[in-house]
């Protein structure tokens, strides 16, 4: 799939049923931002929304995956792209979800053992204090990449209306958290809560 010409025709179609990027945002109950990131080709419409998406839009599925209009509609054949791409979706998360765990458990894994022979093999002192200081530096980049792969992928649900929130990363960075849960205002009740990382959205 032409993620760039499929982000495209979304922009164009909004345009021709009269739409901002909020103004669609608002309707499918997500942010504007993931609306921009379709049309940069930066992302693809969750499965879970496609179908609205597409009856607001006044396209069919076939028409959104292929990236244009097309004379003849065949409904077999769009609900095989859907569930095609729904199938490649899930891969693509829980391959990411995988890379993220396994990167934030061989960097703790490295900190606590470099903590451990700085601590016992090196004398006490200002060099061994600066040590440490580099090891906890050193750990900073994993786990930034980390949490970007995290927001990457999913949503978090609000835990006091069920609305799945797409914080950005510094929304995410800024947010208190517990493992994959994050403290989160969801831009539908406008609570700030607890809201558990989800992969289906």
Not at 110 to 119: D, P, Q, R, W
Not at 154 to 177: R, S
Request: charged fraction near 25%.
């Amino acid at each position: 799939m032409d993620q760039i010409k499929i982000g495209r025709f979304i922009a164009e179609c909004r345009k021709n049923v009269d739409l901002t990027q909020m103004q669609l945002a608002e309707k499918l109950g997500i942010t504007d931002r993931a609306v921009s990131k379709w049309e940069r080709g930066k992302a693809l419409p969750d499965t879970s929304i496609m179908l609205e998406l597409c009856d607001i839009l006044c396209i069919s599925v076939k028409e959104l995956l292929s990236g244009e209009k097309t004379d003849m509609e065949d409904n077999h054949k769009n609900e095989q792209l859907l569930l095609d791409m729904a199938k490649e979706i899930e891969n693509k998360n829980k391959t990411i979800w995988r890379t993220m765990w396994v990167i934030m458990t061989v960097s703790i894994i490295a900190l606590i053992a470099g903590i451990f022979a700085v601590a016992f093999l090196m004398p006490e002192g200002v060099w061994q204090l600066v040590a440490m200081i580099g090891l906890c530096v050193l750990f900073l980049p994993s786990c930034f990449y980390a949490l970007k792969l995290e927001v990457s992928v999913g949503a978090y649900k609000c835990k006091n209306c069920g609305h799945e929130i797409v914080p950005t990363y510094t929304e995410a960075l800024n947010a208190m958290h517990m493992g994959t849960t994050r403290y989160l205002k969801c831009p539908n009740c406008g609570k700030r809560t607890w809201c558990k990382k989800v992969l289906n959205k």
